[in-house]
């Protein structure tokens, strides 16, 4: 059964930079969309980034262009989330998330219904 396993949370200064991974366990190919979610203290989850299918295919929520970018190392069968500038109101728990079922493109990779396998969560803590 897959598992994906986050690393590289941590507590940060606003402005400052932190990459995200997330390692694909027990799944013999790279076939599948990877998205990025995250969850702050009372509030929902919301999506972040996500990349489909084929690298080419990548999506960001508003205020995550410019200052994330997702890549997939499909070698090691390991995505990363890669954030700069970072915000206090970018604190929550990280996740990834894997879709291993080719969808038709109209299902977007900000979809969170779509993901059957999610990481345990990474905190995130960025300082003022």
């Known amino acids: 059964q897959m598992q994906l396993v986050e690393s590289g949370g941590g507590l940060v200064q606003a402005g400052d930079s932190l990459r995200l991974s997330c390692a694909v366990v027990?799944?013999?190919?790279?076939?599948?969309?990877m998205g990025w979610f995250r969850q702050a203290p009372g509030k929902e989850r919301e999506f972040v980034g996500g990349?489909?299918?084929?690298?080419?295919?990548?999506k960001y929520a508003d205020d995550m262009k410019g200052r994330c970018t997702i890549s997939r190392d499909n070698t090691n069968n390991t995505g990363t989330l890669q954030m700069n500038s970072l915000k206090p109101e970018d604190t929550a728990d990280y996740y990834c998330?894997?879709?291993?079922?080719?969808?038709?493109?109209?299902?977007?990779?900000?979809?969170?219904?779509?993901?059957?396998?999610w990481g345990q969560g990474t905190l995130v803590t960025v300082k003022a």
């Open positions: 998330a894997v879709d291993p079922i080719h969808r038709p493109d109209t299902v977007g990779v900000e979809a969170a219904w779509r993901y059957v396998y």
């Open positions: 990349i489909g299918w084929s690298a080419g295919t990548q």
């Open positions: 027990g799944h013999r190919n790279s076939d599948y969309a």
